[in-house]
C-alpha cells in the first residue's frame, strides 16, 4: 500500500515535470519570435553586432534639424586646402593634373605670391639648403653630393639652356608631383615653403639677372603683406 502510493507519487511528479519542460519549451519558442522581420530576436550582446551610434543619413531627435550628418564647423579646412593660397579659392587642394597639360597649365597659370626680397630669398635659401642641394648643389649646377659622391645621374644646371627660362609655375608644378628622377616634394614643403624656395632657384637660375634687380626694388616692403606681392615675369 505504501510502496503504490510512492510510485503514485512519482508518476505524477514525472508528468508535471515533463509538463513543466514542454510548457517552458514553447513559451521559450514563442517568446523568442517576433513579427519583425530584420529582427533576429534574442542576440547576445548586441551592441557588438549592431552600434547605438546613429547611423550616416539617419534621422537624429538629438538636433532641431534632425539630421545626423553635421554640417563641418565654420573654419574647418578639408585635407589638403591651404588658406590664403592662389587655390584657396577654387576650395581644391592643387587644381592641375600630373599630366603635360597640367605642366603647362601651372606654368601658365601659378604665379609666385611671395615677393623676390632678400628676406624671402634668404628664407628659401635656408630651405634649399635642407632639400634640394644634396641633389642640384650649392649654385644650382646639378653638382650635388647625390651626384658627385653617389654617382647618379646628375640634374641639368639651373642656368643652362633647358631650366633657364623654366616659369615659376612649372617649377611649383614639378615640386608638386616631382619629375623623372626627382621625387614629389609636396608632404615635405608646404606652399609657401615651396614658393619661397623657388625664389631663390630663381637667383640660381639667372644670377644677376632680373631678379636681382627685382631684389633691389622690393627688399624695403614688408614681405608679409599682401599688397607688396610682387607678380614677377622672366
Ligand atoms: C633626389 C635628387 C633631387 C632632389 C632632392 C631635388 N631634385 Fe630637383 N631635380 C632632380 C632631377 C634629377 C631633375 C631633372 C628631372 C628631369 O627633367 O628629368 C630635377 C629637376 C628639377 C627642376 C626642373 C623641373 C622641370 O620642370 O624641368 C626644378 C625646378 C627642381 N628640380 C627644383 C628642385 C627643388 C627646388 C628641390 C628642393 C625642394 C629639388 N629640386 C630637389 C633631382 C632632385
Known amino acids: 500500500m505504501k510502496q503504490n502510493k510512492k510510485n ?19 513559451l521559450f519558442t514563442i517568446t523568442s ?11 547576445y550582446m548586441p551592441d557588438m553586432y549592431r552600434s547605438p551610434s546613429y547611423e550616416t543619413n539617419s534621422s537624429n531627435p538629438n538636433f532641431s534639424d534632425s539630421l545626423t550628418d ?37 606654368g601658365h597659370n601659378l604665379k609666385d605670391p611671395f615677393p623676390a626680397s632678400a628676406e624671402i630669398i634668404d628664407q628659401g635659401k635656408v630651405l634649399y639648403g635642407k632639400y634640394c642641394i644634396h641633389c642640384h648643389g650649392a649654385t644650382g649646377q646639378g ?17 643652362g639652356a633647358q631650366l633657364k627660362n623654366l616659369p615659376e609655375g612649372k617649377m611649383f608644378h614639378a615640386l608638386q608631383y616631382g619629375k623623372n628622377m626627382m621625387g614629389s616634394h609636396a608632404s615635405q614643403l608646404t606652399v609657401a615653403d615651396r614658393w619661397k624656395i623657388i625664389r631663390f632657384v630663381q637667383t640660381l637660375q639667372n644670377p644677376g639677372g632680373i631678379v636681382a634687380a627685382t631684389v633691389q626694388m622690393v627688399s624695403g616692403m614688408d614681405s608679409t603683406k599682401k599688397e607688396n606681392v610682387v607678380k614677377k615675369k622672366i
Open 70 to 106: 553635421r554640417k563641418p564647423v565654420p573654419g574647418t579646412i578639408s585635407q589638403g586646402w591651404i588658406p590664403n593660397s592662389e587655390f584657396s579659392s577654387l576650395k581644391v587642394p592643387y587644381p592641375y593634373k600630373n599630366d603635360s597639360l597640367g605642366y603647362e597649365l601651372a
Open 143 to 159: 653638382d650635388g653630393a647625390v651626384v658627385t659622391v653617389g654617382n647618379h645621374p646628375p640634374p641639368p644646371a639651373y642656368n
Open 8 to 26: 503514485q507519487l512519482s508518476v505524477i511528479s514525472f508528468q508535471s515535470a515533463v509538463f513543466l519542460f514542454t510548457f517552458y519549451c514553447l
Open 33 to 43: 519570435c517576433n513579427n519583425v522581420p530584420n529582427s533576429p530576436g534574442w542576440e
